[in-house]
Nanobody
Framework: VQLQASGGGLVQPGGSLRLSCAAP????????MGWYRQAPGKQRDLIST???????RYSQLVMDRFTISRDNTNNTVYLQMNDLKPEDTAVYYC???????????WGQGTQVTVSS
């Protein structure tokens, strides 16, 4: 499984970014997809996930600012990030796991920097 993430960049506080992650060759109906992030010197933390049926999960740190969505026709997951704060600065990783179990898969990471 190869996850293709994109959309990171530099944005000022209060700005917005949209991340996307495609999982070609995988079936959306059997996969959970989502996003984690890792700031320098910190552990990788869950940001948001979404099941094939649309059940979502969010970190309290981003709830009400970030929105996850998914295109099941091509198994692509998006993360709309609004009202970005400097503490959102991190490498954001796309994640995919099969509902049947087994190891998860990670994308290559995309840098998000929030700075004035």
């Amino acid at each position: 499984v190869q996850l293709q993430a994109s959309g990171g960049g530099l944005v000022q506080p209060g700005g917005s970014l949209r991340l996307s992650c495609a999982a070609p060759g995988t079936a959306s109906r059997v996969t959970v997809m989502g996003w984690y992030r890792q700031a320098p010197g910190k552990q990788r933390d869950l940001i948001s996930t979404m099941t094939p049926t649309g059940i979502t999960r969010y970190s309290q740190l981003v709830m009400d600012r970030f929105t996850i969505s998914r295109d099941n026709t091509n198994n692509t997951v998006y993360l709309q990030m609004n009202d970005l704060k400097p503490e959102d600065t991190a490498v954001y990783y796309c994640y995919l796991a099969y509902l049947t179990g087994g190891p998860g898969y990670w994308g290559q990471g995309t840098q998000v920097t929030v700075s004035s």
